[in-house]
């Protein structure tokens, strides 16, 4: 079974060169290792957006025409939208039952938010589940892998210990002991003694590599049920089953894209390269950057660590370029302009083959909806099965 990772981002508009080289590249690589869903998380813009909705719907189109234009590719990945599969919606609210609020008082980004985004009074509901409709997004596909940036590491950890609870929960059925036994006897002698070994390790020492190997050899087993593979995983760690296996993490390495001030390149700052730029507004946006401002007049030498023009070389340009810039700056052989002609090529021809593809997918809206629709029917198919379980283990299969 190949590992689903599970991606998502708010629609807010055009995409900028941050998200490209901040998110979008890596899950360019990723698309190629795993199997890969990617989705607009609508429903998170509306816990900000909800006197403004209607921002949302161009916005989410806009974002997923960037996602194919940077090289997304629907054969390899799965894109879709979370309004569009309702079962994130059906889980998030069986799973809120059993949450206890100091949970989503707790998380770091619920006060921050609140805190900067003082307009749009995010004392709601909505708002202290934002993190938990996210658990309900990883846990309806069962991920095992979640891409994020360090401000989301907490939603995913909040993801861990809501499915352990929920497992705690409803993963128990009787004689489970029992039945892990049988299980582990159909293992095969050799495996049996290995699990066993593992589970000692891990639950006596409490090392964890010993609870990853387990998962692994559990995972391998070919003649066993889906259902005994669940109970071998939960006996691996305590007493109960796993419905809702514990996501992983997968740190975003930040390659932090700088803005055009030198600070992270957002929105909220408006210092932004949009992934559809003009390239006369990009030659623009460059030439007016900042520099050192040392550098008053031509011949006055300055310094590559105070300019932000630097940082855009540590991205665009090659060693000889680099130390070109290096010499030139300091003994102000070169002057801010010229310094600046290599970002602006660059730039321009990392921006060429994205907006010509752009371009294709906004002259045929069709074929991108098509994308989507093919996305949301596939992931549902999942999204079910999960819900059909969850319904059973908590008893509500009464209809
Ligand atoms: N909260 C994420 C962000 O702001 C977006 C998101 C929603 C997400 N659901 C998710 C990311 C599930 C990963 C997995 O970036
Ligand atoms: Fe910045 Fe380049 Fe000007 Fe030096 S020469 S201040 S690095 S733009």
């Known amino acids: 079974m190949s590992q689903r990772v599970l991606s998502g981002m708010r629609p807010t508009g055009q995409l900028h060169l941050g998200h490209y080289h901040g998110v979008l590249k890596n899950w360019l690589e990723l698309q190629h290792q795993y199997q ?3 989705f607009v998380a609508d429903w998170h813009a509306l816990t900000t957006e909800y006197r403004n909705t ?3 719907a161009q916005s989410v189109w806009d974002m997923v025409i960037d996602w194919l234009a940077v090289g997304i590719n629907p054969g390899e990945a799965t894109l879709f939208i979370q309004s569009r599969v309702p079962e994130h919606a059906e889980l998030h609210l069986l799973l809120s039952m059993s949450t206890p609020l100091s949970w989503l008082e707790r998380i770091p980004t619920y006060k921050d938010q ?22 309900a997004d990883i846990l309806v596909y069962k991920a095992s892998k979640v891409p994020v940036g360090e401000d989301q590491v907490a939603h995913v950890e909040l993801t861990r210990e ?5 497992n705690h929960f409803y993963g128990r059925e009787p004689n489970f002991e029992k039945k892990a036994k049988d299980a582990i006897r159909k293992m095969g002698k050799k495996n049996a003694k290995l699990y066993k070994q593992l589970r000692k390790s891990y639950q ?22 889906l259902g005994d593979k669940k109970r071998l995983l939960g006996y691996l760690e305590g007493e109960t089953k796993t419905i809702l296996p514990e996501p992983e993490a997968l740190l975003t390495p930040t390659a932090k894209m700088p803005g055009l001030d030198g600070q992270k390149m957002s929105k909220s700052y408006n210092n932004t390269i949009s992934l559809r730029e003009e390239p006369a507004s990009v030659e623009k ?4 950057m900042r520099t050192d401002p040392a550098r008053v007049r031509r011949t006055d030498p300055g310094s590559p660590e105070k300019c932000p023009v630097w940082q855009f070389h540590q991205i665009y340009s090659n060693e000889v370029v680099k ?6 700056c300091r003994s102000a052989g070169i002057g801010c302009i010229e310094c600046k002609q290599p970002i602006i090529k660059a730039i321009l021809a990392e921006l060429a083959p994205i907006q010509e593809r752009a371009k294709r997918y ?10 989507i629709a093919e996305g949301c029917e596939e992931v549902r198919a999942a999204a079910s099965e999960t819900l059909e379980e969850v319904r059973q283990v908590m008893g509500l299969m009464y209809r």
Not at 121 to 134: C, K, N, R, S, V
């Open 114 to 135: 609140q805190e900067k985004l003082k307009e749009k009074d995010l004392a709601t509901y909505g708002f202290l589940g934002y993190p938990l409709l996210q658990s």
């Open 285 to 288: 946006k460059i030439r007016t």
């Open 36 to 38: 890969c869903y990617f």
């Open 323 to 328: 130390s070109w810039v290096q010499n030139g």
């Open 204 to 225: 006596e020492h409490g090392i964890d590599e010993a609870l990853s190997t387990g998962q692994a050899l559990v995972e391998t087993l070919q003649n066993v049920s």
């Open 162 to 166: 809501i499915a352990r609870r929920f």
């Open 362 to 371: 906004i002259e045929e809206p069709e074929s991108v909806k098509a994308i």
């Open 54 to 56: 209607k921002v949302i």
